[in-house]
């Protein structure tokens, strides 16, 4: 829609003088810098780091409101997995009998890791998702370096998960009162560990999400549909082993999945007194293809965030 | 009101912000229309957004120790103006150049209504890069400058908007910008307060900043600026003594307003004389 022509108005005032400007503004008032300029990635770091009060206030300052509305508040974040593991320990372990297949003689241990684990995942990239545009008034108004939105948005996620890892750890012990088998062990102690590199692989993903979302809006609409699809595949129902997926090609593809590894790493620390060499390398090897490029893209289109 | 020559080009001596054919346009999405449509339906659909072209090629550069009010109509470009001065909004043309990163008088922003004004201290002042340990050092004068000393532990919903709008500004000019912008802000503010935020611009024009502010209010722009810019749908209209530029500014409201009551007159007339000619006329189709 081309823009009507306007009259200027008469003001009897002389036209505004236009600055005469030399060639290389830069160069000639060395004060300068050009608004809008990347700033190198070193200062931009620093910017970055100069700001994590604000990045860590944000979250507690959320989370501190969602528990003055409900009385159930931050438990409905606990609540609402543990329904998930009882819907699906009925339909998967109890209707179709995957329990006492091999790989998965302890089905409940195995379903609540999973669910637990997974869904950091998904919220993580929910929020992400949803964070540019949340916070559209905010990037208008002030000046900080973008990159503070995704990771304020995983802090308040990774904050979650400390109440959830916990809580995990006494119903995974409370299923010894059922015929399951699980035994405390010094490999518990990698689940700080494995937090960290969930954090910082979930960072990477809200970072790739965040920009992809803000170009594309409908983003958010597959969302559900593509954490769902992710969820089947990443082996949190059923174990991704030669028993129930007998295609070579696929249970590869299947395996390297990170949400897989992730899950993995995690199950065979707190179930299976083991840690596997080639898991923690995909998921440590994930992370880092994720961090590093999410970043990156995340950055290149850090001045058009204000876009309206 | 004679000269109306154009005034002669000037080189900045220490320029703080240079604007250069600066040119904003952004669209506005009818709705949140999937865009990825195209993909599936190609390229010849209809369009879904309208481009508004807010800032049009502007040129002009500011000293240190200036004051720029900004005046015009609703939607002249004011605010986008401010906001891609300082980098936040995407400029489609030209080049902003800026002596130190422009803070905006926006940081309302970042704060949140359910935790109290103290914490909302250091979420805004954090926002703006102030570290916790400077704000513990300066949080008194926040408080005292804002006149919040009773109100401080309140959740910030408990505020007037008068309340809030004098914390906003204290978080701002807590560390004292280089370049300072102001939206429309001091509008909210009650006399007293309005006259302690002219001191502060007024001391921070004395240290040698540019405050950049937006209003309507012509008599805040008079007695705070020393310097006018007028935009009209996103042009520079006229640039200088602020006086001059409100005088000026103001007649053409007061034309516009005129011409706008005598059109409606006629209009009133053409609908009575309408009314006195209908019988005849559908007596003669």
């Not at chain 2, 500004?169 to 909210?188: H, W, Y």
Request: proline content about 5%; aromatic content about 10%; hydrophobic content about 45%.
């Amino acid at each position: 829609m081309a823009s009507d022509r306007h009259q200027r108005p008469a003001t009897g005032l002389p036209a505004p003088a236009e600055p005469a400007l030399p060639d290389d503004v830069l160069a000639t008032y060395p004060q300068l810098r050009r608004v809008g300029a990347k700033l190198p990635l070193r200062d931009y770091i620093r910017e970055l780091w100069r700001r994590r009060e604000f990045a860590i206030t944000v979250p507690l300052g959320e989370l501190r409101a969602q528990n003055q509305d409900t009385s159930l508040g931050q438990l409905w974040n606990l609540l609402n997995p543990l329904f998930l593991i009882a819907i699906y320990y009925f339909i998967f372990g109890f209707v179709l009998g995957v329990e006492g297949r091999r790989g998965v003689e302890d089905y409940l241990p195995f379903l609540i890791v999973g669910v637990i684990t997974f869904n950091y995942t998904r919220s993580a990239m929910q929020s992400g998702a949803r964070m540019i545009v949340k916070n559209r008034r905010l990037v208008q108004s002030i000046n900080f370096p973008r990159a503070i939105l995704p990771i304020s948005s995983i802090v308040s996620e990774t904050i979650s998960q400390l109440y959830a890892l916990p809580v995990m750890l006494i119903l995974l012990l409370l299923t010894n009162l059922t015929d399951s088998v699980v035994i405390p062990t010094w490999y518990w102690l990698l689940l700080p560990l494995i937090l960290v590199i969930q954090a910082l692989f979930n960072l990477g993903l809200a970072m790739t999400v965040g920009r992809f979302a803000f170009h594309f809006r409908d983003v958010q609409n597959f969302m559900p549909y593509a954490l769902r699809l992710w969820f089947y595949m990443s082996g949190v129902l059923i174990p991704i082993t030669e028993e129930l997926i007998a295609n070579d090609t696929l249970r590869f593809i299947l395996q390297l999945n990170p949400a897989w590894s992730i899950i993995e790493i995690s199950r065979d620390a707190l179930l299976y007194q083991m840690a596997v060499g080639w898991k923690w390398g995909l998921a440590g090897g994930w992370t880092v293809l994720l961090l590093i490029g999410g970043f990156l893209y995340f950055r290149q289109a850090e001045n058009e965030y204000g876009r309206v | 009101m004679s000269e109306l020559a154009i005034a002669p080009p000037q080189a900045p001596e220490e320029p703080t912000v240079i604007a250069d054919r600066l040119d904003v346009t952004y669209r506005i999405y009818a709705d949140s229309q999937p865009k990825l449509r195209k993909l599936f339906v190609g390229e010849k659909q209809q369009r879904e957004y309208r481009e508004v072209h807010a800032v049009k090629g502007l040129s002009f550069a500011t000293e240190a120790g200036e004051a720029v009010g900004i005046i015009g109509h609703n939607g002249s470009g004011k605010s986008t103006l401010l906001r891609a001065i300082a980098g936040l909004v995407p400029s489609t043309g030209g080049q902003v150049y800026a002596s130190a990163i422009p803070v905006l008088l926006g940081v309302a922003a970042a704060l949140e209504p359910d935790i109290s004004g103290r914490r909302n201290i250091y979420l805004g002042g954090t926002a703006l890069g102030i570290t916790r340990e400077e704000l513990d050092e300066r949080f008194n004068d926040i408080v005292e400058f804002a006149g919040l000393e009773e109100f401080i532990d309140l959740p910030l919903r408990a505020f007037s908007s008068g309340m809030r709008s004098r914390l906003q500004f204290a978080i701002a000019t807590a560390r004292t910008p280089e370049i300072l912008m102001v939206d429309e802000a001091l509008s909210t503010g009650d006399g007293e307060f309005k006259d302690r935020s002219d001191a502060r611009i007024r001391e921070m024009i004395g240290e040698a900043g540019t405050v950049f502010l937006v209003s309507h209010s012509l008599k805040s722009i008079t007695d705070v600026c020393t310097r006018a810019l007028w935009l009209d749908h996103g042009e520079l209209i006229a640039d200088g003594d602020p006086v001059k530029v409100a005088d000026a500014y103001q007649d053409h409201v007061d034309r516009l307003k005129a011409a706008d009551r005598a059109k409606r007159k006629r209009k009133k007339q053409k609908q009575q004389e309408q009314q006195g000619s209908d019988g005849p006329d559908s007596a003669g189709t």
